[in-house]
């Protein structure tokens, strides 16, 4: 009878990759910095490609609806969202089209924390 062959494990510690939407965002801390330029740069990679970093330090993300009921109803939701994870957007919105700024107002920046809303209101 012949042996039957060894499996082969490959062990991996931890998560290989976790998507943002799937992180809690944390408080800043008096003294803490806004992301360098390439952090910022990879994080943005990691949410949709819609959203975009501007001058003022912020990531901004234009979302387009049927009517202003669905635009209402988006802001509404992702509000809910901004509190559950006690980080806060700024929203734009009108006829069927709805803008959203985020930033870190504690740190004059970006932040991880800005990045992880991103993802999670893109869930909607």
Same mark, same amino acid.
């Given at each position: ?10 062990? %991996?510690? =931890? ?26 740069? %990879? ?16 990531? #901004? ?7 202003? !009921? ?6 509404? #939701? ?15 919105? =009108?006829?069927? !089209? ?9 740190? =004059? ?8 809303? !991103? ?6």
């Amino acid at each position: 009878m012949r042996k039957k062959p060894k499996e082969t494990t490959i062990r %991996t510690f =931890g998560v290989e990759r976790i998507s943002l939407a799937d992180e809690s965002c944390s408080p800043s801390h008096q003294g803490q910095a806004s992301l360098d330029e390439g952090t910022i740069l %990879t994080l943005l990679s990691n949410i949709d490609s819609e959203w975009t970093f501007h001058e003022d330090n912020s990531i #901004q993300r234009a979302y387009a609806f049927a009517n202003f !009921a669905e635009a209402l109803a988006f802001v509404n #939701q992702a509000g809910e969202i901004c509190e559950a994870e006690n980080h806060h957007a700024e929203f734009s919105l =009108g006829w069927g !089209a709805a803008t959203v700024k985020i930033w870190t107002h504690d740190v =004059g920046g970006l932040t991880r924390s800005d990045f992880i809303l !991103a993802a999670k209101i893109d869930q909607l």
